[in-house]
């Protein structure tokens, strides 16, 4: 088992390595290198001593010879082959969906997912190379994991006589939930926020395990979120934002006349992104509705982070909301522009009122939330 670095055969990958290595996508490239060399390195080594064990028994040599010459292919050196794993499989499911909804304009991006830590993700074209590249902090798809099994310990769920889980969307029991905190769930919130946004490393979140009634809902929040980072950048690439012949816009309707050009587009990006996230989700048979609530739960979070953010630098206004930027608008205009974009979907439009009330019970959790990690934080 040998890992081959992709960088080595292909020039587009090798532009890609130079883009990195030169510090463009962050300034950290050496730690990087470092990190992936050694991570790697025990990865190969568990896959073999696991592999050994697990076919010492029925498998002749000649077959453990041919698994243990095999080649594990990463784009960079820089890369670790669990981050890239992860990425790969949500591009792959990406890519199908815009194939089934024939959204795919025939390009094929290179990508890779570096641990930046800044919450960063792109679509751009680099010097040398005619592809485009989908670049992600690794740390962002840690971050929707963490977020998917914290966020969810603050939803009340009962579980039936027939052991079927059920969760409960009654505000009244969702605020007795959130301010008792008996399963700590303002804490594994507030302090993976504070990881995420202050230390750069949601990695080290204190370890804890979720019941297992809650699993299934993790899993679905979960990729929602990190099937929406990658599908918001596919979405750049559908709609011709590399590639200005291509151009055209999806949901002109649904925006106002005065956006700049660059907002327009981040809102075509997170439209048809949202688009791919929830057939990627269909395809894998989950509920259409909880699908769009765990697609949206991304840009919820990034509220969260946004007013996280402010808070600990004190810029303490009223609510701590974020202010737009000249590249991107706020997280709360595109949280409310997918939602109402995505409700005049055919197919969709018919679970307009579900997506509201699911919707509006996210939002009402995000809020009280928000209340009880402010108290908790003015209160050290
Ligand atoms: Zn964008």
Redesign the pocket.
Known sequence: MKIEYLSESNPDYKCLEEYISNGSFGSAAEQWLIDAQTENKLGIENLKSQSAELFSQEETGSEIEHLFSSKIAVPTKYDSLLQYSIVSALMNKIKSSAEILALNNQQVPCFTSLPTGEGN???LKLPGSSKVFLLFDSHLFTFCHLFSKAFSLCLPISVNEDDNVKYSVELAKLKSHIENNNNQCVDRVQDLLHCFCVNKRPVETKAYQAPEDYLPLINVLKDGMQLMIVG??F??LCSG?LDKELQFAVINSAIEDDLSDQHT??YE??FLGALLALQALNSDGRDVVLSYTAVELFYSAMILCARYSRYTLGKKNKHFEEAESA??PTFINRKHLIRHAIKNVEGIEKYRDAIDILGEFSDQCVDMLWMEIIKKCSSK
Do not use: L
């Open positions: 993700a792109s679509a918001h950048e979405g750049h934002h587009k981040e990006a997170d590249a991107h």
